[in-house]
């Protein structure tokens, strides 16, 4: 049996020379680095020089975890910043005209880099990559990189794949049986058999396909008009060699598949045990165990509206019997000591203690995958993007409940934490889930990096006929509508024959 499974194993190991890859993100993209850096390590750890870039307005650094080629942008408002996107995070909701919003960010700040930093952008166009693997959303620099390089380029989604894209590519989704990316806040649910939300969802997806097409479009040609007049971020993904989603299959929905388009997000990263300001913390006897408060990278306290943060921290004041460990970075709190307050924590290592009870979160998809792998309930507040689907999706497999972040109260917030840190449905629907999220014959990234060796193998692109053929076709022929109208016509026509 030992032998048949090594031979197996030796299936997905792809004898390749160290290649020169270019990961390309969005504008200052901490999040969607780190959602990235799992698989960029493992093709570091296989020989291969993996360089990541981005633009900035801030010194940013990842260690020594992969190489580093940024461009920081100077004399320039990071224009996320003039718009008071920070502030609007805690009180807007969020649809596919706000997905347009970012782009801007990303085309302006493409603007600069080409202004200022021309001698560079070409120095990183000129290198000889043999694979860019680019950021499906926001990275318009990147998307030039990529347009004028040698090189193949890749897709890679940080989430699901979004409809725009997915439809751009031809992989056959109906994305009207799906959660909606941008679910409502004041309504996060979904039921394939109501026709009003099966509704909605097309309305999504058509708005989406449109301001990409026209909106998105525009702004990303505009900002690299001096070097790829032609750009057209549809026919950009369609040409993409592959794309990569980190969304685990098992925590989403059945949908369709195809060559392009490998799912690899199913992974579980290792903990290590608290260092001793955390454990002492934690560790003690009068405790009904830990909770954990992180909201990501994005999320600024600073921001939240006075009334809010007020709310909240009233709520946690009056849960003495839990120690509480919360990465806050915002103005000055009165907290009582059961609460633990820090700007940085380890996320992972204290999901991973047994003493953990609960996880209060954003609902970025990096945290509900880390509460997954650590069969940790979660406790979701969601506040911008794809979030609230992803929170979703957490309280339809049963291990997570949503609050509103508009109009919670401290009552309600009590009740929710006490409830899902006391009542053991919830963890025993995490610890199933768990049981099913590693189980592939082949480690998820293991086989995401042969997938990009076997590129790579190919001068990084497989041969034509790997392709789906649906990118070559207008929307009234790969949607069979050209079908649809003929076959009543032909119908109205013998009728009035006879």
């Not at 919003?101 to 000889?128: K, M, T, W």
């Not at 990529?146 to 751009?168: K, N, P, Y």
């Not at 207008?474 to 009728?495: A, E, H, K, Q, R």
Request: hydrophobic letters at 40%.
């Amino acid at each position: 049996m030992g032998v048949l499974l090594l031979c197996a194993f030796s299936l997905f190991i792809v004898s390749v020379d160290t290649s020169e890859i270019l990961v390309g993100v969005m504008t200052q993209g901490k999040s969607h680095t780190g959602s990235f850096m799992p698989l960029l390590e493992e093709l570091k750890g296989q020989g291969h020089n993996v360089t990541l870039f981005m633009d900035s307005y801030v010194n940013i650094s990842f260690g020594n975890k992969v190489n580093e080629w940024f461009i920081k942008i100077t004399g320039h408002q990071n224009p996320m910043e003039e718009t008071g996107t920070a502030v609007r995070i805690w009180k807007d909701r969020f649809t596919f005209v706000t997905q347009t919003i970012p782009f801007y960010f990303g085309a302006r700040s493409c603007e600069y880099v080409l202004e200022d930093h021309r001698d560079e952008f070409y120095r990183l166009v000129n290198y000889r990559w043999d694979l860019i693997l680019t950021d499906s959303l926001f990275a318009v620099c990147s998307y030039g990189i990529a347009e004028l390089s040698e090189a193949h380029h890749v897709i890679m989604h940080s989430t699901d794949v979004e409809s725009g894209a997915g439809t751009a590519k031809g992989f056959a989704r109906n994305f009207i049986m799906m959660p909606r990316y941008f679910l409502d806040f004041d309504h996060a649910e979904y039921d394939i058999t109501r026709f009003m939300q099966r509704f909605w969802s097309a309305y999504e997806w058509l708005g989406t396909w449109t301001t990409m097409k026209i909106l998105t479009n525009r702004h990303m040609r505009k900002a690299l008009s001096p070097i790829v007049p032609w750009f057209d971020i549809t026919r950009y993904y369609a040409d993409s060699s592959m794309s990569f989603t980190d969304m685990p299959l098992i925590l989403y929905f059945p949908m369709a598949t195809s060559n392009e388009l490998f799912i690899y997000g199913a992974y579980c990263r290792p903990s290590k045990a608290l260092t001793a300001e955390f454990s002492t913390f934690v560790d003690d006897q009068s405790s009904s165990g830990t909770i954990l408060i992180a909201f990501g990278t994005i999320v600024d306290w600073a921001r939240a509206p006075t009334e809010r943060l007020d709310t909240f921290v009233a709520a946690l004041n009056e849960l003495s019997e839990y120690r509480i460990i919360w990465s806050y970075g915002g103005p000055e709190i009165r907290v009582k000591k059961h609460i633990k307050v820090v700007r940085w924590l380890p996320q992972n290592d204290i999901l991973n203690d047994n003493r953990t009870k609960l996880f209060i979160t954003h609902g970025g998809l990096k945290s509900v995958k880390e509460t997954t792998c650590a069969a940790v309930p979660a406790l979701l507040m969601p506040m911008f993007g794809e979030q609230v689907r992803n929170s979703w999706l957490t309280y339809h497999h049963g291990f997570g409940r949503i609050i509103n972040k508009v109009n919670f109260t401290s009552a309600s917030l009590i009740d929710s934490i006490r409830e899902m840190a006391t009542n053991p449905v919830y963890k025993n629907n995490v610890k199933r889930l768990r049981k099913f999220y590693e189980d592939a014959p082949i480690p998820a990234l293991k086989e995401a990096a042969f997938k990009i060796n076997r590129l790579l193998k190919y001068g990084g692109r497989m041969p034509e006929y790997f392709y789906t053929r649906s990118t070559k076709f207008s929307f009234f022929t790969s949607l069979n509508i050209d079908l649809l109208v003929l076959y009543p016509f032909i119908l109205l026509l013998l009728l009035l024959i006879k």
